[in-house]
């Protein structure tokens, strides 16, 4: 578990400063002002709920999507309402571009592929990013598709509940509380700060944990800055207090991971070395030697393995405790047909959190139900079959790129 604790240290670190920073915003009314202009452009039900799905994937690749999810559902989501989009669909489009597209790729804060690179031998996170990009594309284009076409055709049989629907929802919300001037400020600052973190990090070819770094100690900064500004004399009993509670969400996130991901971390060469001793092997390395000696092994079964495996792991719901897994997986499957390990760790990642992340396991999707108000069995339901086909197809197109 030390070891594994060490592994996740530094993701667990930014993935928590990130938290804290959108704490911040969301007490001083910053997050509200950053997401308005989103607002102005949903004119009807089409165009709300692309608007809410790419406003929570923008907002979840900076921020992680469970802190995103309160800025869309309390922000967002009515306003999309008014325009005609049901609950639900608002619901859908949170998960699926957030909890599954945005946290599945994970390019900014690269929390995800951090881990898969670590089980998977990788240095670079990068690597796992680059290989997966075409998958990623391919899963989000057909779940996103299969779903915004199940929704319209329920919106087409129920348009009078869906009005009621919408009436009853407006009736209930509140308005957001005028920021001040200094909030204003920071409101257009803080897009420019993530925005030059981005040029930062193409010009300066960061990567990994450098860059896992620039994103964790601009979100600091920005934190104490608000906490400056707005709060004065008591702003560092506030900078305290917003770090606590992003250690308080981050922990509560990684702690069922660091002792999952200890068991599986075992299972690989570099990590058990650190454990079992310098001739450790690694339980995995092991097991797939012996098959790709004694099996025959093609890319379709191992592709297939992979997804299952990881969808297997996303079971818990975090969606993180398998990604070990995966990595190792990939990198004992990848060397045995000589395959591509990026495009193997990119699978495993993709399954494990599209499943566990928080879009088809009711106890995943808990967040989004509660903020927009439906029912999580209703909504892991209506996610259930765009996201099963969207793995479908993801794993053939990955057979013939591996």
Same mark, same amino acid.
């Given at each position: ?8 240290? @530094? ?42 799905? =790419?406003?929570?994937?923008?907002? *979840?690749?900076?921020?992680?999507? *469970?802190?995103?999810?309160?800025? $869309? ?47 998977? +031998? ?10 997966? $990009? ?23 049989? %129920? ?43 193409? $010009? ?30 008591? *702003?560092?009993?506030?900078?305290? %207090? ?7 969400? @981050? ?67 975090? +969606? ?17 047909? %000589?395959?591509?390990?990026?495009? #193997?760790?990119?699978?495993?990642? #993709? *399954? ?32 259930? =079959?765009?996201?099963?086909?969207? #793995? $479908? ?10």
């Amino acid at each position: 578990m030390i070891a594994a604790g060490n592994e996740f240290l @530094g993701i667990i670190v930014v993935i928590s400063l990130v938290v804290g920073m959108s704490k911040a915003m969301s007490e001083t009314g910053i997050d509200a002002l950053i997401a308005k202009p989103a607002t102005k452009v949903m004119v009807n039900a089409d165009v709300a709920f692309f608007v809410t799905g =790419i406003s929570m994937l923008i907002v *979840s690749w900076f921020v992680w999507p *469970s802190p995103a999810v309160a800025l $869309i559902g309390a922000l967002i989501t009515p306003v999309a309402v008014k325009a005609g989009l049901p609950v639900i669909g608002a619901a859908i489009a949170m998960n699926l571009f957030g909890h599954g597209l945005a946290m599945s790729n994970d390019w900014i804060i690269q929390g995800a592929p951090g881990v898969t690179a670590k089980g998977a +031998g990788l240095a670079d996170p990068m690597v796992i990013i680059k290989s997966g $990009i075409p998958l990623f594309l391919v899963m989000g284009v057909v779940t996103i598709t299969i779903a915004y076409i199940m929704l319209k055709r329920d919106m087409s049989a %129920n348009k009078d509940h869906y009005a009621q629907q919408a009436l009853n929802y407006t009736a209930a919300t509140t308005e957001v509380k005028e920021p001040s001037g200094a909030a204003k400020l920071m409101a257009a600052l803080i897009p420019v700060a993530f925005i030059a973190d981005v040029v930062a990090m193409l $010009i300066l070819d960061l990567k990994g944990g450098d860059a896992t770094a620039l994103i964790g100690g601009t979100a600091l900064v920005i934190m104490s800055v608000i906490a400056m500004v707005e709060f004065k004399g008591e *702003s560092l009993e506030k900078i305290t %207090n917003y770090v606590r509670d992003g250690f308080v969400f @981050g922990i509560s996130v990684f702690a069922p991971v660091i002792v999952i991901g200890a068991f599986f971390f075992l299972g690989g060469e570099g990590t058990a070395k650190a454990i079992l001793g310098e001739n450790a092997t690694g339980l995995l390395n092991d097991i797939g030697l012996f098959l790709s000696q004694n099996t025959p092994i093609s890319a379709g079964p191992i592709c297939f393995i992979q997804t299952i495996i990881g969808g297997i792991t996303g079971l818990d719901g975090s +969606g993180f405790s398998g990604l070990p897994l995966v990595g190792s997986l990939a990198q004992t499957f990848g060397t045995a047909i %000589n395959g591509d390990v990026g495009v #193997l760790g990119a699978l495993g990642q #993709l *399954s494990a959190i599209w499943v566990g992340g928080g879009t088809i396991i009711p106890w995943g999707i808990i967040p989004v139900a509660a903020i927009c108000g439906v029912e999580p069995m209703e909504l892991a339901r209506r996610n259930f =079959i765009p996201v099963i086909i969207g #793995l $479908i197809v993801t794993t053939i197109v990955a057979m013939f790129i591996v």
